[in-house]
């Protein structure tokens, strides 16, 4: 069994309940090699990057996880998505999330495919009921699906999974967590991404080499 690799969760910067030293800390607890901190932002908060860099330099250099410093660009029109993902990089974001067209938020049409043209956007996040094209772009682009553990979030796993296969588009498992019973360990990952279809000889291709993947190419691992 490999460490755990979650390049999704929040922290009290946005609508989170954890400092990002608790998430650091219990994910640790679980098993996990890292963990990003992508905070939600539109417009009016792109700041919050800048404050998740400040927490995590010294969990780095005292702990063993790797915190990686990011962002979710949130309910932005999708027209923007595009100029927020590279001022986020610009205030060091390593990691950049859209949020996807999931099927319990009225996110704006559109969004999905402003995230997977965009080259400065690592993950699009619950994409919902993505198009085959959307999904062929992603992966053109090397721009990775999530298979979300988050309640509602998780209502499109089985569509995304399928759509990523048919295409070969990459796919990471991520927990979007917010609370400290969010985070989880491998083998609830491993159940999650079966239960959405994903063949058992694939696991280790979406739950580790994927995101380890994302991360070398960033010089982070």
């Not at 650091?24 to 990057?49: E, F, K, P, Y």
């Not at 399928?162 to 985070?183: I, M, Y």
């Amino acid at each position: 069994m490999g460490k755990r690799i979650d390049l999704h969760t929040h922290s009290i910067f946005s609508d989170g309940e954890l400092l990002p030293s608790e998430i650091a800390r219990r994910a640790c607890v679980l098993g996990h090699q890292a963990v990003a901190i992508t905070d939600h932002v539109d417009a009016s908060n792109l700041d919050c990057v800048g404050r998740v860099i400040n927490a995590v330099l010294d969990i780095r250099d005292n702990w063993d996880i790797e915190i990686v410093p990011g962002a979710e660009i949130t309910h932005a029109p999708a027209e923007i998505i595009p100029k927020l993902a590279r001022k986020a990089r610009e205030l060091g974001a390593e990691i950049v999330v859209v949020h996807g067209e999931t099927l319990v938020e009225p996110v704006i049409e559109g969004t999905n495919w402003s995230a997977v043209n965009c080259p400065d956007v690592d993950i699009l996040a619950h994409p919902g009921l993505i198009t085959h094209e959307e999904a062929r772009i992603a992966r053109e682009n090397d721009i990775a699906l999530e298979i979300s553990a988050r309640k509602g979030h998780s209502l499109g796993n089985g569509h995304v999974v399928q759509v990523a296969r048919e295409v070969g588009a990459n796919l990471v498992v991520d927990t979007d967590t917010h609370a400290p019973e969010d985070l989880i360990n491998y083998q609830m990952a491993e159940k999650i991404a079966l239960g959405a279809s994903l063949p058992a000889d694939e696991l280790k291709t979406v739950l580790r080499d994927n995101p380890v993947s994302i991360l070398e190419g960033k010089g982070i691992l």
